[in-house]
């Protein structure tokens, strides 16, 4: 059976710390992978990974895959209150269906 | 800018009613999903579409159908409501996969409670 497992289940972190996600998977039919970033609605798309060892970066936003492995990490450097949400592992899968793990919960402090 | 559109943000519903959600997206997608949310459970797949009169089951099926009569509109139903389906819904939608690296874009959910 696929699935996605992310850990940790939920982070406490003040404000400048560094922080890191983690996604394992097993999926068949693998095509991609998908970080979205869930506040209060709807979930918004960060990064989609489809090749190993290529580092995806937005502003303090970070992500790497490993098909070999199967895993990819979230990294968030210096971290702000507004880096507070549920972060989103999901697997797409060659019928274009999203596979998600159950979510990081990440709460930063001042 | 994407937009996915829920009609309800919030509802209430008693059991054994009939339900309906709504979603509309304005990208021209060819595929739209419902999924629900649940605590330790994340988002998990009621049932998709291709394309217009298309459907296909997801993981967790029972109790829902849908409907897709415009390629813009994909509707969710919950034939006789029951408060273990209580949860909050999101649809999406997106190109097929073929066409190129395009995620899936999210509406903001309804939250439905039933009674």
């Known amino acids: 059976e696929d699935k996605v497992v992310q850990s940790p289940l939920s982070l406490v972190v003040h404000e400048g710390d560094t922080v890191t996600l983690n996604c394992s998977y097993e999926v068949t039919n693998f095509r991609s992978l998908l970080w979205y970033k869930q506040e209060k609605k709807a979930p918004t798309f960060l990064f989609m990974l489809?090749?190993?060892?290529i580092e995806k970066k937005s502003g303090r936003l970070s992500s790497i895959l490993d098909k070999k492995e199967l895993f990819s990490i979230l990294n968030i450097t210096a971290t702000q209150t507004g880096d507070s949400a549920v972060y989103l592992c999901?697997?797409?899968?060659?019928?274009?269906?999203?596979?998600f793990g159950t979510g990081t919960r990440l709460q930063v402090f001042p | 800018d994407v937009k996915v559109t829920q009609s309800s943000r919030y509802l209430v519903k008693r059991t054994g009613e009939k339900v309906f959600l709504e979603c509309v997206q304005d990208?021209?997608?060819?595929?739209m999903f419902w999924y629900r949310q649940d605590p330790g459970l994340g988002l998990r797949l009621i049932y998709f579409?291709?394309?217009?009169?298309?459907?296909e089951k997801g993981d967790i099926p029972e109790g829902y159908s849908v409907s897709r009569e415009k390629k813009e509109r994909f509707s969710l139903i919950l034939e006789s409501a029951s408060t273990n389906q209580t949860s909050m819904y999101l649809c999406a939608s997106s190109f097929p996969g073929r066409g190129g690296n395009q995620p899936q874009h999210f509406g903001d959910g309804t939250r439905l409670s039933i009674l």
């Open positions: 990208m021209d997608h060819e595929n």
């Open positions: 579409s291709y394309d217009v009169k298309m459907k």
């Open positions: 489809t090749s190993s060892g």
């Open positions: 999901a697997v797409e899968t060659n019928t274009d269906k999203l596979i």
